[in-house]
C-alpha cells in the first residue's frame, strides 16, 4: 500500500463481488459435474453395457448434446474468472513460488498446486472436450458416432491419448478437492473449528475419486477393441 | 544438555551505501527458557553491536518485534528456542518497508489501512459529556474485545500470498479491523458504506482462503471465521442490491 495513496483506491462498485459470486458458482457447477462425470464413466468397471446404456440414455434424451456445450461454457467462464487470482507475470510467480517456498505452510503449496493443474486442465481438459462433444450423435444421416465404451477405450489406448489422461486424471481430481475445500473456507462453511476434519475430507475424497478414476483407466487400457 | 544454536540473521542497512543484503552467522549456547529476544539481545552485546532489530515490551503486547523465524512469521519475544531446531534462519518480514536487518516499519502501513477503513466510530449522536456511558451488552463487548486484540505484529499480513503478490491488499489485519466496527452498535454505517470499503478485490474479494493469516497470528485472533462471515455478508449484501427496491 503505497503512502501516497490518499485518492480513492477503488471505484465504488458491485463487479467484484458478482465475479466472485461467479467464479464460487461456476467452481461448484464443475465439481458436482466432475463427480457425476467420474462415476458415470466409471460404471465401465461393470461392464460396456452399463457405460453404454449410461451414454446411450444421455444421447437419446439430448442431455448429453445439451450438457455438453453447457459445461464447456462453464468451463471457459470459470477459467476466465479465476484467470484473475492467476499470477501471469514472472515477477508474481516468483512471488507467489518463493512465498510458499518461505512460509512452507500446506495452503500456500495446496493453492500453488491449484494454479498449476488449473493451467493443464485448461489445455488438455479442451482438447478433451473437442474431442467428445465432436463425438456425439447428432441425429444427422451418417452421423452413427456417439459415445461408447469401445471408441473411448481405443481412444485410451492410442499414444500420446494415453499420455492425456494420465496427467489429466489426476491433476483433475486433485483441483476438485482443494477447490471444493477452498469454497468451504472462503465462504465460512468450514470454520475454525471443522477445519481439520475438512482437509481430511479434502484428502480422503482426493484419494477415493484418483482410485476410481485409475481403475476406469486401466480397464479401457485392457478393453479388447478389436 | 545445552544446545549450540546457529543463528543466520538477514542483514542489510538500506540507509548504508555500501551495504549489501547478505546473511551473517553467529553461534551461542542455549540457556534456559531462552527466547529470541534474549538470543539476540545476546548476540548484540556480546558479538555485534550493529545488530538492529525491534523489541518493545517483550511480553507479546506491543507487536514490534515480528520477524520470519525459520520461514515463518512470528514474534521474536514470544519465540522460545527451545521449540525450534538449533539451526535458526532469521529475516525480517517481507512485504513491510525495511528499516535496517531484522527490523521493519508496520506502522506506516497501518496507519494508511486506519484510514482506508476509517478506523473510528461513524455517528451523527452528539457527544454529552454531562450524560451517563451508554451500557453496551456484555456478549457484543466481548466479541468487539476479540477482534481489539490485535497487537498489530503484521505477521498476518507478511504471510498473506495474496498481499505479496497485490500490494494494495487490506490484508487479515485490515479485514478484521473493519469487522470490529460491524458489530459494534455504536458504528452508524450502513451495510453499503462498509461494502464500499471492503467489497472489492482489494479487500475482502481479494482474499483467496490460503489461511496463512489464521495460521501465524501470534495473538490467534479468529481470522478464518471473521473472512469467512465478511465474504458471505458482503457478497449478500451485492445480491440483494439486484433487487431494484433495495436499490
Ligand atoms: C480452465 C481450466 C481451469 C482454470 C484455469 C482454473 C483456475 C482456477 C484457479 C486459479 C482457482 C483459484 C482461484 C482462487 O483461489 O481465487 C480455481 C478455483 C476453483 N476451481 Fe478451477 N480452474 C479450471 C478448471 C476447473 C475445473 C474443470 C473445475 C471443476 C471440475 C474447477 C473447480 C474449481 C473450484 C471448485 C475452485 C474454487 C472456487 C473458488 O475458490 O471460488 N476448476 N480455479
Ligand atoms: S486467508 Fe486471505 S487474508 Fe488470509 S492469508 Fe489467505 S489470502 Fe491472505
Ligand atoms: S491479526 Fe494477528 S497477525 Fe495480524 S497484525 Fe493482528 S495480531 Fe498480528
Ligand atoms: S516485543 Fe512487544 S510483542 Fe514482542
Given at each position: 500500500m503505497p503512502l501516497e495513496a490518499t485518492a480513492p483506491l477503488a471505484k465504488p462498485g458491485r463487479a467484484a463481488a458478482y465475479l466472485d459470486w461467479l467464479q464460487m458458482l461456476t467452481g461448484a457447477f464443475l465439481i458436482l459435474f466432475m463427480w457425476g462425470h467420474l462415476l458415470m464413466v466409471s460404471?465401465?468397471?461393470?461392464?460396456r453395457g452399463a457405460m453404454n446404456g449410461i451414454a446411450g440414455f444421455l444421447e437419446t434424451t439430448g442431455l448429453a448434446q445439451l450438457g455438453g456445450p453447457v459445461i464447456a461454457v462453464a468451463f471457459l467462464l470459470h477459467f476466465v474468472l479465476a484467470a484473475r487470482k492467476i499470477p501471469f507475470t514472472s515477477k508474481e510467480q516468483r512471488t507467489a513460488v518463493g512465498h510458499a517456498k518461505m512460509l512452507h505452510h500446506t495452503d500456500t503449496w495446496l493453492w500453488i498446486v491449484q494454479v498449476v493443474s488449473a493451467m493443464v486442465i485448461l489445455v488438455l481438459g479442451s482438447i478433451h472436450m473437442w474431442t467428445v462433444l465432436t463425438d456425439l450423435?447428432?441425429?444427422?444421416?451418417?452421423?452413427?458416432?456417439?459415445?461408447?465404451a469401445e471408441t473411448s477405450a481405443a481412444r485410451v489406448q492410442k499414444w500420446p491419448w494415453t499420455l492425456l489422461y494420465i496427467v489429466l486424471l489426476p491433476l483433475a481430481e486433485l483441483h476438485v478437492s482443494i477447490g471444493f475445500y477452498r469454497i468451504g473456507v472462503k465462504w465460512g462453511v468450514i470454520k475454525r473449528k471443522g477445519r481439520k476434519k475438512a482437509k481430511l475430507i479434502e484428502y480422503i475424497m482426493a484419494g477415493a475419486f484418483l482410485l476410481i478414476g485409475t481403475a476406469t483407466l486401466i480397464r479401457f487400457l485392457l478393453m479388447d477393441v478389436n | 544438555m545445552a544446545r549450540t544454536l546457529r543463528f543466520h540473521v538477514f542483514r542489510y542497512n538500506p540507509?548504508?551505501?555500501?551495504s549489501t543484503p547478505h546473511m551473517d552467522a553467529y553461534v551461542l549456547d542455549e540457556t534456559e527458557s531462552m527466547t529470541l529476544y534474549i538470543a539476540l539481545t545476546r548476540i548484540r552485546e556480546e558479538?555485534?553491536?550493529s545488530l538492529m532489530f525491534d523489541f518493545c515490551c517483550?511480553?507479546?503486547?506491543?507487536?514490534?518485534?515480528a520477524m520470519v523465524i525459520n520461514g515463518r512469521p512470528g514474534l521474536g519475544c514470544h519465540?522460545?528456542?527451545?521449540?525450534?531446531?538449533?539451526r535458526i534462519t532469521l529475516l525480517p518480514l517481507p512485504f513491510f518497508k525495511l528499516v535496517g536487518d531484522l527490523g521493519v516499519d508496520t506502522g506506516t502501513w497501518f496507519r494508511e489501512m486506519y484510514t482506508r477503513v476509517e478506523s473510528w466510530i461513524h455517528t451523527e449522536k452528539q457527544f454529552d459529556p454531562a450524560s451517563e456511558e451508554e451500557r453496551m451488552d456484555n456478549e457484543t463487548a466481548e466479541q468487539i474485545y476479540e477482534l481489539d486484540r490485535?497487537?498489530?505484529?503484521?505477521c498476518c499480513v507478511a504471510a498473506c500470498g495474496t498481499a505479496r503478490m497485490r500490494e494494495d491488499f487490506l490484508g487479515a489485519a485490515g479485514l478484521n479491523r473493519l469487522a470490529r466496527f460491524m458489530i459494534d452498535?455504536?458504528?452508524?454505517?450502513s451495510d453499503k458504506e462498509y461494502f464500499d470499503v471492503v467489497g472489492n478485490d482489494q479487500g475482502?474479494?481479494?482474499?483467496?482462503?490460503?489461511l496463512a493469516c489464521e495460521d501465524v497470528c501470534p495473538k490467534h485472533l479468529p481470522l478464518q471465521d471473521q473472512l469467512g462471515y465478511m465474504r458471505r455478508k458482503m457478497a449478500m449484501n451485492a445480491l440483494t442490491r439486484i433487487l431494484p427496491w433495495k436499490k
Amino acid at each position: 500500500m503505497p503512502l501516497e495513496a490518499t485518492a480513492p483506491l477503488a471505484k465504488p462498485g458491485r463487479a467484484a463481488a458478482y465475479l466472485d459470486w461467479l467464479q464460487m458458482l461456476t467452481g461448484a457447477f464443475l465439481i458436482l459435474f466432475m463427480w457425476g462425470h467420474l462415476l458415470m464413466v466409471s460404471s465401465v468397471l461393470f461392464g460396456r453395457g452399463a457405460m453404454n446404456g449410461i451414454a446411450g440414455f444421455l444421447e437419446t434424451t439430448g442431455l448429453a448434446q445439451l450438457g455438453g456445450p453447457v459445461i464447456a461454457v462453464a468451463f471457459l467462464l470459470h477459467f476466465v474468472l479465476a484467470a484473475r487470482k492467476i499470477p501471469f507475470t514472472s515477477k508474481e510467480q516468483r512471488t507467489a513460488v518463493g512465498h510458499a517456498k518461505m512460509l512452507h505452510h500446506t495452503d500456500t503449496w495446496l493453492w500453488i498446486v491449484q494454479v498449476v493443474s488449473a493451467m493443464v486442465i485448461l489445455v488438455l481438459g479442451s482438447i478433451h472436450m473437442w474431442t467428445v462433444l465432436t463425438d456425439l450423435y447428432v441425429g444427422v444421416p451418417g452421423s452413427e458416432l456417439g459415445i461408447n465404451a469401445e471408441t473411448s477405450a481405443a481412444r485410451v489406448q492410442k499414444w500420446p491419448w494415453t499420455l492425456l489422461y494420465i496427467v489429466l486424471l489426476p491433476l483433475a481430481e486433485l483441483h476438485v478437492s482443494i477447490g471444493f475445500y477452498r469454497i468451504g473456507v472462503k465462504w465460512g462453511v468450514i470454520k475454525r473449528k471443522g477445519r481439520k476434519k475438512a482437509k481430511l475430507i479434502e484428502y480422503i475424497m482426493a484419494g477415493a475419486f484418483l482410485l476410481i478414476g485409475t481403475a476406469t483407466l486401466i480397464r479401457f487400457l485392457l478393453m479388447d477393441v478389436n | 544438555m545445552a544446545r549450540t544454536l546457529r543463528f543466520h540473521v538477514f542483514r542489510y542497512n538500506p540507509q548504508d551505501p555500501a551495504s549489501t543484503p547478505h546473511m551473517d552467522a553467529y553461534v551461542l549456547d542455549e540457556t534456559e527458557s531462552m527466547t529470541l529476544y534474549i538470543a539476540l539481545t545476546r548476540i548484540r552485546e556480546e558479538q555485534d553491536p550493529s545488530l538492529m532489530f525491534d523489541f518493545c515490551c517483550r511480553a507479546g503486547v506491543c507487536g514490534s518485534c515480528a520477524m520470519v523465524i525459520n520461514g515463518r512469521p512470528g514474534l521474536g519475544c514470544h519465540t522460545k528456542t527451545a521449540d525450534l531446531p538449533e539451526r535458526i534462519t532469521l529475516l525480517p518480514l517481507p512485504f513491510f518497508k525495511l528499516v535496517g536487518d531484522l527490523g521493519v516499519d508496520t506502522g506506516t502501513w497501518f496507519r494508511e489501512m486506519y484510514t482506508r477503513v476509517e478506523s473510528w466510530i461513524h455517528t451523527e449522536k452528539q457527544f454529552d459529556p454531562a450524560s451517563e456511558e451508554e451500557r453496551m451488552d456484555n456478549e457484543t463487548a466481548e466479541q468487539i474485545y476479540e477482534l481489539d486484540r490485535c497487537i498489530e505484529c503484521g505477521c498476518c499480513v507478511a504471510a498473506c500470498g495474496t498481499a505479496r503478490m497485490r500490494e494494495d491488499f487490506l490484508g487479515a489485519a485490515g479485514l478484521n479491523r473493519l469487522a470490529r466496527f460491524m458489530i459494534d452498535p455504536r458504528d452508524q454505517r450502513s451495510d453499503k458504506e462498509y461494502f464500499d470499503v471492503v467489497g472489492n478485490d482489494q479487500g475482502i474479494f481479494g482474499c483467496m482462503g490460503l489461511l496463512a493469516c489464521e495460521d501465524v497470528c501470534p495473538k490467534h485472533l479468529p481470522l478464518q471465521d471473521q473472512l469467512g462471515y465478511m465474504r458471505r455478508k458482503m457478497a449478500m449484501n451485492a445480491l440483494t442490491r439486484i433487487l431494484p427496491w433495495k436499490k
